[in-house]
């Protein structure tokens, strides 16, 4: 049964220095749920745990109703995809080729076959070019494919990323700050994709763009300094005065 991820009381410390202390988040399937707070909340260090880059020191993950204990090379085979603040895409080769890469673990004779032509492969890489160009026409940009990452506009190479997660289909997409470096109308855009989003996968956003966060999550989460000092709907977070006092400073 999907019962989604269900972050309980992770703390994380480095040294004397606190990063988390016992944080709870749940994204049931789905949903869109946002993580908010100003500079040096926890954030990163939050989704830094899901993704499996960061142990936490006390605290438990389940995953669909079990314990885990996530590994940046086994997100994908968990059903869960993540893109970062970095796009981390590769520059030799085309946006097909990236959004391949995604789709590796699909590939019976594994991406590296298909993607340089080994005889076992023939099969394999035309399914993957097929699921690669699905995932890039359902973004607008199958027409950029034979391009290289690197000569196209910020908010393509943004498509792209997340082309590259979606093809794994994911049950948890894991995003970070993806309005990063995004003009408003492009901003406008994304929000518009996330929503979309919701009848495929669950999704948990990682974000400083308020207006997005408040225009496609169900649940929000806010953090301060390590700690979890409001969660809800939009309208109530909005309204909340710990989250007032804690962007700017002053008790609302």
């Known amino acids: 049964m999907d019962n989604g991820l269900v972050v309980d009381g992770v703390g994380v410390r480095f040294g004397g220095l606190v ?3 016992e944080v709870s988040v749940e994204v049931p399937p789905g949903s869109v749920v946002g993580v908010i707070g100003p500079n040096g909340a926890g954030k990163t260090t939050l989704f830094n745990v899901v993704c499996g880059f960061v142990k936490p020191t006390t605290g438990a993950l389940r995953w669909d109703g079990q314990d885990f204990r ?6 994908a085979a968990a059903g869960i995809a993540r893109t970062l603040q970095g796009l981390g895409l590769f520059a030799g080769l085309t946006v097909l080729e990236n959004v391949m890469v995604g789709a590796h673990r699909r590939s019976r004779s594994g991406f590296a076959s298909a993607l340089f032509g080994l005889p076992r492969s023939d099969r394999d890489e035309r399914e993957l070019r097929e699921l690669a160009r699905e995932a890039l026409d359902d973004l607008g940009i199958a027409e950029h494919e034979a391009a290289r990452p690197g000569t196209l506009p910020y908010a393509i190479q943004k498509k792209v990323a997340l082309a590259r997660a979606l093809i794994t289909r994911p049950r948890l997409l ?3 700050e993806p ?3 995004l003009g408003s109308d492009e901003v406008d855009e994304l929000a518009g994709l996330i929503r979309s989003l919701s ?4 999704v948990l956003l990682v974000e400083h763009h308020m207006d997005l966060v408040m225009s496609v999550c ?3 989460v806010v953090l301060d300094f390590g700690k979890r000092i409001a969660a809800g709907t939009p309208d109530e977070v909005r309204a909340d005065e710990k989250v007032t006092e804690a962007y700017l400073g002053v008790a609302s």
């Open 179 to 181: 309005a990063g470096g």
């Open 199 to 202: 009848d495929r996968t669950a």
């Open 218 to 220: 169900d649940h929000i």
């Open 19 to 21: 990063a988390l202390d």
């Open 70 to 75: 996530p590994r940046p090379d086994r997100l």
């Open 174 to 176: 894991l995003l970070d």
